[in-house]
């Protein structure tokens, strides 16, 4: 991955969209030194994670991992999910960041040379774009070494450069046995397909 030394750099995580490709993968990301590697690679300015969450619940499986990240060094982005019945009486549950990631990245292109974006969404294309105008080169961090490929093709031509989390796992993936604490993923996998099903 090209980044220069005196580059000011944000890096952008669409949460649901990493731990899906992650998941493909069978790679458990670390988040230490997902960021200590951008913060000895740049001037990182903001590592920003985004993700919705099930308020209803007594407890969120995902409050172990947000709450780590608020209290070491990201910006957390969250909101409720939303629920709903599709035409055929399922409960259907909604958790779109788009729109959060899409008015924080323009927000931030002014003050930043360079922005990584961890997520493989298609839609992301014209913000890209928009923000290329700006100046500021993007590199992209999905895969197309799963099966179907977990980066959308035209996200990855505008681009300024691809990386495949694949050939960042020495460096962002966890070593070692899984943690426990971590074993809230199973739900979230269901959650992160209803999300992607209710956008279909």
């Known amino acids: 991955m090209l980044i220069y030394p005196d580059e000011r750099l944000a890096v952008f995580i ?3 969209n990493l731990y899906a490709t992650a998941r493909a993968l069978e790679i458990e990301i670390d988040y230490k030194a997902l960021r200590a590697h951008f913060a000895e690679q740049s001037r990182l300015v903001r590592a ?3 993700t919705a969450i099930l308020e209803d619940q007594e407890y969120s499986p995902l409050r172990p991992l947000i709450d780590w990240l608020d209290y070491n060094g990201f910006t957390l982005v969250t909101k409720p999910v939303k629920e ?3 035409e055929h009486g399922r409960r259907k549950i909604k958790g779109n960041m788009d729109i959060e ?3 924080d990245m323009l927000n931030i292109s002014e003050n930043v040379d360079h922005i990584v974006l961890f997520s493989g969404d298609g839609d992301f294309r014209r913000l890209l774009e928009a923000v290329q105008r700006r100046g500021v080169r993007v590199t992209v961090v999905s895969s197309n070494s799963t099966q179907p490929s977990m ?3 035209e996200l990855r031509r505008q681009a300024d450069q691809f990386i495949d989390i694949v050939d ?6 966890r070593k070692g046995p899984r943690r426990q604490h971590h074993a809230h993923y199973d739900e979230r996998e269901d959650a992160t397909r209803e999300f992607e099903d209710a956008e279909d």
């Open 84 to 86: 709903f019945t599709d």
């Open 168 to 173: 960042l796992a020495p460096v962002i993936g």
């Open 48 to 50: 920003f994670y985004y």
């Open 101 to 103: 990631i899409a008015v």
């Open 14 to 16: 669409d949460g649901a």
């Open 151 to 153: 980066i959308a093709d």
